[in-house]
T-cell receptor, first 114, second 112 residues
C-alpha cells in the first residue's frame, strides 16, 4: 500500500535533548512538508522540501532542522533550542506540479518533552 | 502574507440535519486553491473538498458542498444529512505555490 508513515506514534524526551522524528513516503512524491499542531491552533508549517537536497523554512522553523537526502525520507530534528517542543507533528507529501499539489498527510507523532 | 480565519471554535448539529462551517481568508493573489480538511479523533488529516479560485462553480462532494464567494473572500462548508461519523475537527486551508495556510479549526459535534 502506498502512503506516508511516521514513527514513532508517541515520543517522550527529556528537556534539553535533541530528538528526530521520522517521515517516509512511498508515493513517489517530489515534495514533503512538516507541520506542527498545538491545541486550539491550526497546522503551522515548519519546513518543506520540493526536491532532494533542498529545503526551505516555513513559518516556524526556529529550533528545528531537517534533511532531504532521499526522495522518500524527510526527517525532522527538534533541537534543544526549540522553547516549547511538546506538540503533535504531522508530515505530508505531494507531487510538485506548479500551482496545485494536493498534500497527503501521515498519521502524526505526538512529542512530549518532560 | 496569507491568512485564514475560522471564527467559530465549536458547532453542534443534530444527526440528519444540515450545518454550515464558516471560513474567511485573505490573500493578494488571484491564483490559489481552497480546501476543507477533516481531522477525526484519530488525528489523521482527510481532504474533504477543494475549490479552485478560478472556478465560479461551487465544488460538491456527495453530502459536502461549499459556498465560495471570491469577492468577499469567504469559503464556507455545508454538510447535509449529518452523520455521527462527521464529528471531527474541520480545518479550512488556502493553498498557494505549494504552501498551505490553515485556519485554527472548528470542532463539530453531532447529536444523535
Amino acid at each position: 500500500d502506498g502512503g506516508i508513515t511516521q514513527s514513532p506514534k508517541y515520543l517522550f524526551r527529556k528537556e534539553g535533548q535533541n530528538v528526530t522524528l521520522s517521515c517516509e513516503q512511498n508515493l513517489n512524491h517530489d515534495a514533503m512538508y512538516w507541520y506542527r499542531q498545538d491545541p486550539g491552533q491550526g497546522l503551522r508549517l515548519i519546513y518543506y522540501s520540493q526536491i532532494v537536497n533542498d529545503f526551505q523554512k516555513g513559518d516556524i522553523a526556529e529550533g528545528y532542522s531537517v534533511s532531504r537526502e532521499k526522495k522518500e525520507s524527510f526527517p525532522l530534528t527538534v533541537t534543544s533550542a526549540q522553547k516549547n517542543p511538546t506538540a503533535f507533528y504531522l508530515c505530508a507529501s505531494s507531487m510538485w506540479q506548479g500551482s496545485y499539489n494536493e498534500q497527503f498527510f501521515g498519521p502524526g507523532t505526538r512529542l512530549t518533552v518532560l | 502574507a496569507q491568512t485564514v480565519t475560522q471564527s467559530q471554535p465549536e458547532m453542534s448539529v443534530q444527526e440528519a440535519e444540515t450545518v454550515t462551517l464558516s471560513c474567511t481568508y485573505d490573500t493578494s493573489e488571484s491564483d490559489y486553491y481552497l480546501f476543507w480538511y477533516k481531522q477525526p479523533p484519530s488525528r489523521q488529516m482527510i481532504l474533504v473538498i477543494r475549490q479552485e479560485a478560478y472556478k465560479q462553480q461551487n465544488a460538491t462532494e456527495n453530502r459536502f458542498s461549499v459556498n465560495f464567494q471570491k469577492a468577499a473572500k469567504s469559503f464556507s462548508l455545508k454538510i447535509s444529512d449529518s452523520q455521527l461519523g462527521d464529528a471531527a475537527m474541520y480545518f479550512c486551508a488556502l493553498h498557494r505555490r505549494g504552501k498551505l495556510t490553515f485556519g485554527k479549526g472548528i470542532t463539530l459535534s453531532v447529536r444523535p
